[in-house]
């Protein structure tokens, strides 16, 4: 029973984040500031080339290095070679090859973070070096070179319904291509590992998944898990690319071989090569149609370069395939997915997590058939539009709210921006003065995108929660613990919202999160809010009920520290019933069960919730010089229930840049395996002065199988603002722009 009144803090207001002032003032403590007596630094060898043999590790050098006092090869590492987040296939360190440019070789500890690096200097490695596999297509064929022994081939994804054979009177077809997107968070990989007196060790972490690094790191360790304990360290972003283990076995074995604490802090261009990016994609698109527009077919072939090892490869392209024709309705599909190993960097988890680069594809598809049937782009997709009850490619039934015809008129109805005024500012090029506005023109695109929420496809996805009730200083309070990772997305704000509503008390402790409770899975998916959230919310109902049964009353709220009845009337005072005997449950809770694709078909009801976002975009370009200004951004969301809407807003602001990011100006250059960009300098990402005004709609209609009602929130406007502003490009200038980044050279053609 949920207390009937709402706390004055608890859901559905937008109180002050207990870590938001701390960040602002720059008092808050992150990874990199982690500091302890003796402390060693870490530093570590990367290779060079994408594809090597090693053929020799001469250390001496660097063991000589006065100041140095471990270095550790291949050789050294004490438990299990081979670590990964699905599939073990990535060495600790290079042992006998390597197989992507940066990839770790050897470690060093030293007494200062520079004698670290000249030390790693002062190694020296003999390759001898193979030409690398570095085109996703390619190295599918027959005779390819293999980056790995099983093949290039990671994982293939079918998906089979209705006839394959299905004709159609308007066909449209077209090949897409994604760039390699980074992450891009601002605090670099960074960690502290402290040996303890047990033989064990304590890793202080930036991370995304506490309990998914701990079996790593255990097992490369070659401890029990007991003996490894890791607490969730300040963190400066992550968008997935914290998912993966980068330095933390690293940092462990430095420690526990010199018996001393050891830091690691990667610099901006080693971040580059020390995490996965978002996977680049070639995509081929066919879409049939009758004369009125209602899709008949949809046929698609998905290759993502998974790059040198496979992280979430494997789950990465499930998710493009099932969700690769988007919140449509089609009869007949037939879509394939491919992840590749290839000798680029390693690619994985990050914000939309492969439903972002399908949406460009199907996205690009819908204009294209509004363009030959002579429709308006949005009464094509409203036309298709899923609804409640309607089935997926996969066959899955798509319950509660799927407002996708309501979101798409929304953003359409929405005030359209104002005329450009005189302001230099408002033009493509802004203050450098490159444009006057005689070669600017106007355009506006629409994209939307459907996401699922949650681990899929059978993962017993859960979360657990102790919540502890007491009385301190006279007052009734509630510590709140998980293993949830706070990333920057306000997650131990919602989990305090959850006790103060469920328990009617206003002081509320999130403790830290880290290993000593259970696993609480990854933040990633967009699902701590609705899994931790859940689990939180069930822990509190357990307190509450063991509140009752003290009171011998089973028909009593808790209201602002007392016990209440429906009538209002006041039983008695919460820490009355407590007294000096604190009340405190776990609880371990799952969402509903999802089920493995058949590997023939791809048929399986394989997500647990769906969501959806619309996007309008305004853009100037000027045609002349390739420049191109994002006026103004329209979106509507359905959120199930926003927890927090102040955060819920800035989710969908973020996600929505993110994807502004990706459709004109973010990409890693990789040439024959190379980074050749790894600095924000070369980099570039949206600043404040590339963000437009943003008009933020947000619904909540809520899903009955969600606690409160909820619906992931911080994936989906990455997802359906990269097509729509590309539409909006293509509208200004008439250009196909098959690909994105869009790039100066794409507009002006040279």
């Known amino acids: 029973m949920t207390t009937s009144l709402q706390a004055a803090s608890g859901i559905g207001t937008s109180p002050q984040r207990p870590d938001g002032t701390l960040k602002v003032t720059g008092e808050f403590a992150f990874s990199s500031d982690l500091w302890a007596d003796r402390m060693l630094w870490g530093a570590t060898l990367r290779s060079p080339h994408p594809r090597a043999r090693i053929v020799g590790i001469d250390i001496t050098g660097a063991v000589a290095t006065t100041g140095v006092h471990a270095v550790l090869t291949a050789d050294d590492v004490p438990g299990a070679k081979l670590y990964g987040l699905e599939h073990r296939d990535q060495p600790v360190l290079a042992m006998g090859q390597v197989r992507y440019a940066g990839e770790p070789v050897a470690i060093v500890a030293a007494d200062h973070p520079e004698t670290a690096r000249r030390a790693c200097a002062a190694i020296v490695v003999r390759y001898e070096v193979l030409p690398p596999v570095v085109d996703s297509v390619l190295a599918m064929e027959p005779g390819s070179e293999t980056v790995h022994d099983r093949g290039n081939l990671l994982r293939h994804v079918p998906i089979r319904k209705g006839d394959p054979t299905a004709t159609a009177a308007v066909v449209v077809t077209g090949e897409y291509e994604v760039g390699m997107q980074d992450q891009a968070f601002l605090g670099p990989e960074s960690g502290l590992a402290i040996p303890a007196e047990d033989g064990g060790v304590d890793l202080f972490i930036a991370t995304q998944w506490l309990h998914g690094d701990l079996g790593q790191v255990a097992d490369c360790l070659g401890l029990p898990q007991s003996k490894v304990r890791l607490s969730l360290a300040g963190v400066g972003g992550a968008f997935g690319g914290r998912e993966d283990v980068s330095m933390q076995v690293h940092a462990c074995m430095l420690a526990l071989h010199t018996g001393r604490p050891v830091k690691m802090v990667y610099s901006r261009e080693e971040s580059f090569h020390?995490?996965?990016?978002?996977?680049?994609?070639?995509?081929?698109?066919?879409?049939?149609?009758?004369?009125?527009?209602?899709?008949?077919?949809?046929?698609?072939?998905?290759?993502?370069?998974?790059?040198?090892?496979?992280?979430?490869?494997?789950?990465?392209?499930?998710?493009?395939?099932?969700?690769?024709?988007?919140?449509?309705?089609?009869?007949?599909?037939?879509?394939?997915?491919?992840?590749?190993?290839?000798n680029n960097p390693p690619c994985g988890a990050m914000r939309g997590f492969g439903a972002v680069q399908a949406c460009f594809a199907y996205e690009s598809q819908m204009d294209k058939l509004a363009a030959a049937l002579g429709l308006d782009p949005v009464d094509v997709r409203v036309r298709n539009a899923l609804a409640p009850g309607d089935t997926m490619p996969t066959g899955q039934v798509v319950r509660g709210p799927a407002p996708v015809a309501d979101l798409l008129t929304r953003v359409r109805a929405a005030a359209p921006p104002p005329d450009r005024g005189g302001d230099l500012r408002e033009l493509p090029g802004g203050v450098a003065n490159t444009t006057h506005g005689e070669g600017v023109l106007r355009g506006v695109g629409y994209g939307i995108g459907i996401k699922n929420v949650g681990f899929s496809e059978g993962f017993d996805d859960y979360s657990t929660a102790r919540v502890r009730l007491e009385v301190v200083g006279g007052e009734a309070a509630a510590v709140v613990h998980t293993a949830a990772a706070e990333v920057g997305q306000g997650l131990v704000t919602v989990q305090a919202q959850i006790v103060r509503t469920e328990l009617g008390v206003d002081q509320v402790t999130v403790a830290t999160a880290d290993t000593s409770i259970g696993s609480a899975g990854s933040s990633s998916a967009s699902r701590q809010t609705y899994v931790t959230g859940g689990a939180v919310k069930a822990a509190c109902e357990a307190v509450r009920a063991a509140v009752l049964a003290r009171a011998g009353r089973d028909d009593l709220s808790l209201i602002g520290g007392r016990l209440v009845t429906p009538s209002g009337e006041v039983v008695a005072e919460l820490v009355d019933v407590l007294g000096d005997a604190p009340i405190e449950q776990t609880v371990e809770w799952r969402h509903k069960p999802t089920f493995a694709l058949d590997p023939r078909t791809g048929q399986g009801d394989a997500h647990v919730q769906y969501a959806f976002a619309a996007h309008r975009a305004t853009v100037d370009v000027d045609v002349e010089l390739g420049l191109v200004r994002v006026v103004e951004i329209a979106t509507a969301q359905d959120v199930g229930r926003a927890l927090h809407p102040q955060s819920v807003r800035g989710q969908i602001a973020g996600g929505t840049a993110q994807g502004l990011g990706l459709a004109v100006m973010e990409e890693i250059q990789v040439v024959d395996g190379l980074i050749r960009n790894p600095s924000f300098t070369d980099y570039l990402i949206p600043t404040i002065l590339d963000v437009p005004p943003m008009h933020i709609d947000v619904l909540e209609l809520g899903d009955p199988e969600a606690p409160y009602g909820l619906r992931g929130v911080g994936e989906p406007p990455t997802i359906s603002s990269t097509p729509a502003i590309v539409a909006a490009i293509r509208a200004a200038t008439g250009l196909a722009l098959n690909r994105v980044p869009v790039r100066p050279e794409h507009l002006t053609g040279t």
């Not at 996965?276 to 049939?288: C, D, K």
């Not at 899709?295 to 969700?323: C, F, P």
Request: aromatic share 10%; net charge negative; proline share 4%.
């Open 274 to 342: 020390g995490h996965v990016h978002r996977h680049p994609a070639r995509m081929w698109y066919e879409h049939g149609a009758d004369p009125d527009g209602r899709l008949v077919y949809v046929k698609a072939r998905i290759v993502l370069d998974g790059g040198a090892y496979a992280s979430t490869s494997m789950a990465v392209v499930a998710n493009a395939t099932t969700l690769g024709v988007g919140p449509y309705t089609v009869d007949n599909v037939t879509v394939d997915g491919y992840a590749v190993y290839t």
